[in-house]
């Protein structure tokens, strides 16, 4: 079946731009999480959604940093005034977690290089 | 001190040697362990949870030691296919929600 999906793959833009990243997560699957990888690092985490609860927003480095997931599926992270540090690669997650909210494995997309001038 | 934390390495292994890799956590408070394999420029993608009774999977055993907050990932017999990043991840279920927590990983390059 189709995984997670991320678009775009790669994304180049200039300082002080924003920029809109798209996470489809895998049909059925309550839980979509953020993360951002920068070279050589490992994943920070960014902000976690599960079904209809309030997101975990506790990651987003800064008030620059939103994202939203309209109707449980699809998600959208917006950085804004982009900086040259917000360079890395961004990676969405998806798990299938349970009504009790049990950790699941997370499947993850290919991500999205984004590069600030 | 990081909350997750492992050797960079590299481990520069021969085919067919047997390595270890450790990890240890800072919260005592965490509930589900995992190590994660990543590799170059791609996504990581799950290899085994860890279990404290200590689990196999063919090749791969994981032991957790929560006296210590120690997790470690022995691989036997390795492959040249087995070259990547190994992460070490920590998730603690508080307050309705999952944390997890990556370690930064350990990188393994195995050679003929």
């Known amino acids: ?117 | 001190r990081k909350e997750v934390e492992q050797d960079p390495g590299p481990f520069n292994v021969p085919e067919g040697a047997t390595v270890a890799f450790n990890c240890t956590y800072s919260n005592s408070a965490s509930q589900s362990f995992f190590w994660y394999r990543q590799d170059c420029r791609k996504e990581p993608k799950l290899l085994m949870s860890v279990y404290s009774s200590g689990n196999e999977d063919g090749r791969f055993t994981a032991q957790l030691n929560r006296a210590s907050q120690y997790i470690s990932l022995l691989i036997r017999d390795s492959k040249l296919s087995d070259s990547a990043t190994y992460l070490c991840v920590v998730n603690t279920f508080s307050g309705g929600y999952n944390k997890l927590i990556f370690g930064a990983g350990t990188r393994l390059a195995v050679h003929p």
Request: net charge negative; with cysteine.
């Open chain 1, 1 to 117: 079946g189709a995984g997670v999906s991320q678009s775009p793959s790669n994304k180049v833009t200039e300082k002080g731009k924003d920029v809109e990243l798209r996470c489809d997560p895998i049909s059925g699957h309550t839980a979509l999480y953020w993360y951002r990888q920068s070279l050589g690092q490992g994943l920070e985490f960014l902000i976690y959604f599960q079904g209809n609860s309030a997101p975990d927003k506790s990651g987003l480095p800064s008030d620059r940093f939103s994202a939203e997931r309209t109707g449980g599926s699809v998600s959208t992270l917006t950085i804004q005034r982009t900086q040259q540090e917000d360079s890395a690669v961004y990676l969405c997650a998806s798990s299938p977690e349970g009504v009790e909210r049990l950790y699941n494995e997370q499947f993850f997309g290919p991500g999205t290089r984004l590069t600030v001038l």
